[in-house]
């Protein structure tokens, strides 16, 4: 069974705080994903990683950055946290073959500026 | 840019109905398709995964791949109220690793 966690559930943090949220996937998977989920907008990208040290951004990477030092491990770091921010953060991996583009998704994040 | 349209519901049907929820996309290179299933406050799970024309079961549940008219669709047979639910429709479109999903539809189920 693929397991993907994050490293909070809830978390709650005031604007202008550096923020950092953690994925820890346990299944060697190349890729490994952040998004946001906001009601009516749906999941948006953020970032995405299909190797160690490398990154790429996704849809709404304005306010981010990450961090991918090993391969089970990818963070999200918000670097001054804004009210805007507030949001559900999911967390997923994948194999990265062909075929294989199955995402995993961990519990979510659900983040709260104050 | 690549998009994937849901309907939003909600869709309500009762105890052992049919559910039938549907989904276009728009990059015509678009080679597999995920549905996903999230409760309420909860991460999305993979229930169905599709990558050729036609139908694909698994239980209850039914894929449907059209790739000539860029449609998916999910029939949930026998529908249960644990079914409800939102359930996201997501297409792979090749070397980006990206899954573009759908906003979703919420499904109800009533008793």
């Known amino acids: 069974d693929v397991k993907v966690t994050q490293s909070s559930r809830y978390l709650v943090k005031r604007t202008g705080e550096k923020v950092f949220l953690e994925c820890v996937q346990d299944?060697?998977?190349?890729?490994m994903f952040w998004y946001r989920q906001d009601p009516g907008l749906g999941l948006r990208l953020i970032y995405f990683?299909?190797?160690?040290?490398?990154?790429e951004k996704g849809d709404i990477p304005e306010g981010y950055s990450v961090s991918r030092e090993k391969k089970e491990r990818f963070s999200l770091i918000l670097e001054s946290a804004s009210t805007n921010q507030t949001s559900m953060y999911l967390c997923a991996s994948s194999l990265g073959l062909a075929g294989q583009e199955t995402q995993y998704f961990g519990p979510g994040t659900r983040l709260l500026v104050l | 840019q690549k998009e994937v349209e849901q309907n939003s519901g909600p869709l309500s049907v009762p105890e052992g109905a049919i559910a039938s929820l549907n989904c276009t996309y728009s990059?015509?290179?678009?080679?597999?398709f995920f549905w996903y299933r999230q409760y309420s406050g909860k991460s999305p799970e993979l229930i169905m995964s599709?990558?050729?024309?036609g139908d694909k079961e698994d239980g209850r549940f039914t894929a449907q791949l059209n790739k000539a008219s860029q449609y998916v669709s999910l029939l949930i047979r026998d529908s249960q109220p644990s079914d409800s639910a939102t359930y996201l429709c997501?297409?792979?479109?090749?070397?980006?690793?990206?899954?573009?999903f759908g906003k979703g539809t919420l499904l109800t189920v009533n008793p």
């Open positions: 990683s299909y190797d160690v040290k490398m990154k």
């Open positions: 599709i990558y050729s024309n």
């Open positions: 997501a297409a792979f479109g090749g070397s980006n690793y990206k899954l573009t």
């Open positions: 299944m060697d998977h190349e890729n």
């Open positions: 990059d015509r290179v678009s080679q597999s």
